[in-house]
């Protein structure tokens, strides 16, 4: 990523170099490119279009209207609406540990078609409509941005007759692939169980999550087809059922290593119904990033300093 930006990023410069900046243009969407080299403080910012924004590296944090502050880590995504008021920290940017991110604006015909798009592809009955909305921010992690994110960004920098027609179809995605998880924090925050069937087949994922979940058990809490099922799921959630329920596995492995710090690891990976707990630590740092080992190091240490 580091020779990316020395390739295209004019250096702006007011006494003591703070932040390298540059943009790279389609014919319908922008690419801003951020590197911040000094440590500052309630840094101002405000975007006159919808932005989708994606941490590189680094640490900083965020105070951002209508969500409040957050540590915004390498690997998280944020919807930032337009108009919207953000104060930043930098604490430990600096020319050798620069912070980059990055930050996407589709031109606005390509959000409404995709928009549309998807609501038309989901079932009726699900009514997400109202839920999901992309003038609300959010704080995302989820892979499968990430996987888009990295392609969307060489195809800004390709050489390619079609380049501009390739951007647009993966940005596409991208906005598809948000609006299926911010309706997945729908489900998991609006919905009540018995108002759907997928917001019911995740409750029931969540009361259960210690037992064998297979495809065709939650096919039939769904009422469903195992093919219909699988479907409808990935449609709603963007991921294959057997995924979410490692997701929310993991999910309720970082509570019980956070909360129940004298449990072993291998006793949290039983309690969450895994027979190996190598394969449940393989999940798990596939999904964070960490081990659980690691994973529970690092909430002891905050523990330990907030004390």
């Known amino acids: 990523m580091r020779n990316m930006f020395q390739q295209y990023l004019s250096v702006e410069k007011s006494g003591v170099m703070v932040e390298n900046k540059a943009i790279i243009a389609s014919k319908d969407s922008e690419l801003h490119l951020y590197e911040t080299v000094t440590q500052c403080k309630d840094v101002q910012m405000k975007f006159s279009l919808p932005v989708f924004a994606f941490m590189l590296k680094g640490d900083k944090f965020i105070d951002m209207e209508g969500i409040g502050k957050f540590n915004y880590k390498p690997g998280s995504s944020l919807i930032i609406p337009s108009h919207t ?165 993991v999910e309720k492995a970082k509570t ?11 006793e949290i990976a039983y309690s969450l119904g895994y027979a190996d707990s190598a394969y449940f630590s393989k999940q798990f740092k596939e999904i964070t990033g960490l081990s659980p080992s690691a994973f529970h190091k690092r909430s002891l240490n905050q523990v330990l300093s907030s004390s």
């Open 85 to 249: 008021n953000l104060k930043i920290d930098f604490p430990t940017a600096c020319l050798d540990n620069p912070v980059q991110c990055m930050a996407f604006v589709p031109d606005e015909k390509i959000v409404e078609e995709t928009k549309y798009d998807f609501y038309n592809r989901t079932d009726a009955s699900i009514n997400i409509e109202k839920q999901v909305n992309l003038k609300d921010g959010a704080h995302l992690q989820d892979i499968g941005i990430m996987h888009t994110i990295q392609y969307l960004v060489f195809l800004f920098q390709e050489n390619n007759p079609h380049r501009d027609y390739f951007i647009n179809l993966t940005m596409k995605e991208l906005i598809t692939r948000v609006l299926q998880s911010k309706a997945r924090t729908s489900f998991l925050h609006f919905f009540n169980s018995s108002e759907n069937v997928m917001s019911r087949v995740a409750q029931y994922i969540r009361d259960h999550i210690q037992e064998p979940l297979s495809i065709e058990k939650l096919a039939s809490v769904a009422g469903m087809s195992r093919s219909k099922f699988y479907e409808q799921f990935k449609l709603v959630f963007g991921m294959s059922p057997n995924r979410y329920v490692i997701q929310e596995k």
């Open 256 to 266: 019980l290593i956070t909360c129940q710090q004298k449990s072993s690891i291998t």
